[in-house]
């Protein structure tokens, strides 16, 4: 897998990804003013001191835009690492485990899976304290049973491999097998879908912000500048359409690197461990 083989659709996908996270990083230099800060008149149209306008408090738009990329990507970011984290484990110990363990880890993942996302977010974020790190949580906590039920499948194809069953034959333990035999070698396919539970935790937040119980004001997110504005859209105000356009935008450019990535790694095999 090599850059200099990158289709230009990947690179596109990879530079507007790069590009958004080097407004998150540098946000408080790059933005004329602050995301919180009342500049002009409510839904100012676009042009002279403000390129994309003011939204439905007077606060400029593009500013809140770029700072609104900090926290989009982060909680993102955040949740996905920790889901994958979460699902990996218990997949990977499920398989290794078997028996009754693999049997209650399932049901219970199955379970949980039954309940749609959405309603499950919005009943746990209804009840529980709403800041930041609560929401990363929730979001990690549903998105994990997806990463478990991927997991498991791959791990179950691995753990039949004569390399693994010679592993066990020698006596290694399971945290051996789970990180030098199982994980090495399912590495491909699990790339892959990190970066689609990463697009889908950009599109899951948007929507909890949408509806109130993302993040949370002044903090400044795309979801919820989207719900901010919406109401302008009545009056032929564009406030709304740039946070759409940047949640679309970056997750068109997440698909396009994690397409080249599946394509790249499918017939990898994985680098396996020395044993």
């Known amino acids: 897998m090599r850059l200099r083989s990158m289709p230009i659709s990947a690179r596109f996908g990879l530079a507007g990804i790069l590009l958004i996270a080097l407004c998150a990083i540098f946000a408080p230099l790059i933005a004329p003013y602050s995301e919180s800060a009342v500049v002009g008149e409510v839904w100012a149209p676009m042009g002279g001191d403000f390129i994309l306008g003011t939204d439905n408090l007077g606060r400029d738009l593009l500013s ?10 982060f909680v993102a970011l955040a949740a996905t690492l920790l889901s994958f984290s979460i699902g990996m484990i218990l997949s990977f110990t499920a398989v290794v485990s078997g028996g009754i363990v693999d049997q209650v880890l399932s049901r219970l993942n199955d379970l949980l899976m039954s309940i749609p996302a959405l309603i499950l977010a919005l009943i746990v974020l209804a009840v529980l304290p709403q800041n930041i790190w609560v929401l990363i949580v929730v979001m990690a906590a549903i998105d994990s049973t997806r990463v478990y039920r991927i997991g498991r499948a791959v791990a179950l194809d691995v753990s039949v491999m004569d390399y693994v069953e010679a592993a066990w034959l020698r006596g290694e333990g399971k945290l051996w097998i789970i990180f030098r035999e199982i ?93």
């Open 64 to 73: 809140r835009l770029i700072y609104g990329a900090r926290a989009t990507l």
């Open 183 to 275: 994980l090495p070698n399912t590495l491909a396919p699990l790339l892959g879908e990190f970066g689609l539970r990463f697009a889908f935790s950009i599109l899951f937040l948007s929507t909890l912000s949408f509806l109130g119980l993302g993040i949370q004001p002044p903090v400044a997110d795309w979801g919820g500048m989207v719900k901010d504005n919406k109401e302008g859209i009545i009056f032929g105000v564009s406030a709304a359409l740039a946070p759409g356009a940047a949640i679309a935008f970056l997750v068109i450019c997440v698909n396009l690197v994690v397409d080249w990535l599946i394509n790249a790694t499918a017939s990898l095999k994985g680098a396996r461990g020395d044993a």
